[in-house]
């Protein structure tokens, strides 16, 4: 029994050693442009789990709206992806460029929400006053 797993490690490992990586892709794709596609591609995702059927009734395809944005096919994107994603240093590297997009976008959001919700000031009587002379002016 130990021989069989002795022999069972030593032909996976000799089975994982040949694992080649991806070439570098043409066109090549740096960290920022990649992670700036992958930005758009989360935000796409998310926005059809959220609202499927507005994109269905503009007719919008997602993925064709990414390349179209960026100026790239889905060939380059899906070797520039798989390029990245052997090398797991520089895809981290680009996923904390991700995170740091999206946060940036999510504060944008956040704060454009805070300003639509709050309370207009309160008039003070000074110009309540002025306001009502304009008003019966204006009559």
């Known amino acids: 029994m130990k021989?069989?797993?002795?022999?069972?490690i030593i032909l996976l490992i000799g089975a994982c050693s040949g694992i080649k990586k991806?070439?570098?892709?043409?066109?090549?794709?740096?960290?920022?442009?990649?992670a700036s596609i992958m930005t758009d591609v989360y935000l796409i995702e998310g926005s059809m789990t959220s609202n499927r059927?507005?994109?269905?009734?503009?007719g919008i395809v997602?993925?064709?709206?990414?390349?179209?944005?960026?100026?790239?096919?889905?060939i380059s994107y899906k070797s520039n992806f798989n390029y990245?994603?052997?090398?797991?240093?520089?895809?981290?590297e680009v996923l904390e460029l991700v995170d740091?997009?999206?946060?940036?976008?999510?504060?944008?959001?956040?704060?454009?929400?805070?300003?639509l919700n709050e309370k207009p000031?309160?008039?003070?009587?000074?110009?309540?006053?002025?306001?009502?002379?304009v008003l019966e002016s204006v009559k």
């Open 3 to 8: 021989k069989l797993l002795v022999i069972s």
């Open 100 to 115: 740091k997009n999206l946060q940036v976008i999510k504060d944008s959001v956040t704060e454009r929400q805070n300003r």
């Open 22 to 34: 991806s070439p570098k892709p043409d066109p090549f794709f740096n960290t920022e442009k990649m």
């Open 84 to 92: 990245y994603a052997d090398r797991v240093e520089d895809f981290i």
């Open 62 to 74: 997602p993925d064709q709206y990414v390349y179209q944005k960026h100026g790239i096919d889905s």
């Open 53 to 58: 059927k507005s994109f269905v009734d503009l």
């Open 121 to 133: 000031t309160q008039l003070d009587s000074i110009s309540k006053n002025k306001i009502d002379k």
